[in-house]
């Protein structure tokens, strides 16, 4: 339980742990000169190879999709995997300040994150499942759908229903963040065979929620569910 909100891991799947992040009250577009920093050093780092352990997570971060169906190769593959493409060929995306904050520890710990406007989801309950058949939700504005059958994907409930808005590959168009954004969700999907619950909490949340309250008026709250 997070300040009223309520977060189930239905996933079934004990190699996969879920961190979530809340920060309220931000400023979306409020400039971080010590994230300038760090996302200077870190793109620099990314244009060698990963180290060992770097290289773990980022596999294990793609085999704890593989479930089902679903297999996390082509344009199914991690976000985190597009982040680090995109640093090595010196296009790492800059979009607002939040975004920058996700992507960066995206890029950090080669996991892939969630980003949701809770305002615009409107829901007090979230739950973690696989996706069914018939699933999916459009996720660009060129209208463009990702299938969701056997994928890990977030879902808000509205009335008792479950309505799919996040997964580790794409986020849904209806819930991103935008320039009016003031209340966001994160959600760290994360491998137990490259980590524990430990390091999640004290490594990668805490970076996170650091970083967070830079923007926030509000100390950002977390759990691992």
Same mark, same amino acid.
């Given at each position: 339980?997070?300040? *009223?909100?309520?977060?189930?891991?239905?996933?079934?799947?004990? %190699?996969? +742990?879920?961190?979530?992040?809340?920060?309220?009250?931000?400023?979306?577009?409020?400039? !971080?000169?010590?994230?300038?920093? &760090?996302?200077?050093?870190?793109?620099?780092?990314?244009?060698?190879?990963?180290? @060992?352990? @770097?290289?773990?997570?980022? !596999?294990?971060?793609?085999?704890?999709?593989?479930?089902?169906?679903? &297999?996390?190769?082509?344009?199914?593959?991690? +976000?985190?995997?597009? !982040? !680090?493409?995109?640093?090595?060929?010196?296009?790492?995306?800059?979009?607002?300040?939040?975004?920058?904050?996700?992507? =960066?520890?995206?890029?950090? =710990?080669?996991?892939?994150?969630?980003?949701?406007?809770?305002?615009?989801?409107?829901?007090?309950?979230?739950?973690?499942?696989?996706?069914?058949?018939?699933?999916?939700?459009?996720?660009?504005?060129?209208?463009?759908?990702?299938?969701?059958?056997?994928?890990? /994907?977030?879902?808000?409930?509205?009335?008792?229903?479950?309505?799919?808005?996040?997964?580790?590959? *794409? %986020?849904?168009?209806?819930?991103? /963040?935008?320039?009016?954004?003031?209340?966001?969700? +994160?959600?760290? =999907?994360?491998?137990?065979? +490259?980590?524990? &619950? %430990?390091?999640?909490?004290?490594?990668?949340?805490?970076?996170?929620?650091?970083?967070?309250?830079?923007?926030?008026? *509000? &100390?950002?709250?977390?759990?691992?569910?």
């Amino acid at each position: 339980m997070i300040h *009223k909100l309520l977060f189930s891991n239905n996933l079934n799947n004990k %190699d996969i +742990a879920i961190g979530i992040v809340i920060a309220r009250e931000i400023n979306i577009n409020q400039p !971080l000169p010590f994230l300038e920093s &760090k996302l200077r050093f870190l793109l620099e780092e990314r244009q060698n190879e990963l180290n @060992e352990r @770097e290289e773990n997570f980022r !596999l294990e971060s793609r085999n704890m999709l593989r479930n089902g169906d679903y &297999k996390p190769t082509g344009r199914g593959k991690p +976000a985190s995997e597009y !982040l !680090l493409r995109a640093a090595q060929e010196g296009n790492f995306p800059r979009i607002n300040t939040v975004v920058d904050i996700n992507n =960066y520890i995206s890029l950090r =710990y080669m996991v892939p994150i969630s980003l949701w406007d809770l305002d615009s989801a409107a829901s007090t309950q979230y739950i973690f499942r696989l996706g069914k058949e018939n699933e999916n939700f459009i996720f660009n504005e060129s209208e463009q759908k990702i299938e969701l059958k056997d994928l890990v /994907t977030g879902y808000k409930v509205d009335r008792y229903k479950e309505i799919p808005i996040i997964n580790p590959i *794409k %986020d849904s168009l209806k819930t991103k /963040t935008t320039t009016s954004t003031r209340n966001i969700g +994160a959600a760290i =999907y994360y491998p137990l065979k +490259a980590g524990t &619950k %430990d390091y999640l909490r004290e490594e990668v949340i805490w970076e996170f929620s650091t970083l967070l309250e830079g923007i926030s008026e *509000k &100390k950002p709250e977390y759990d691992i569910i």
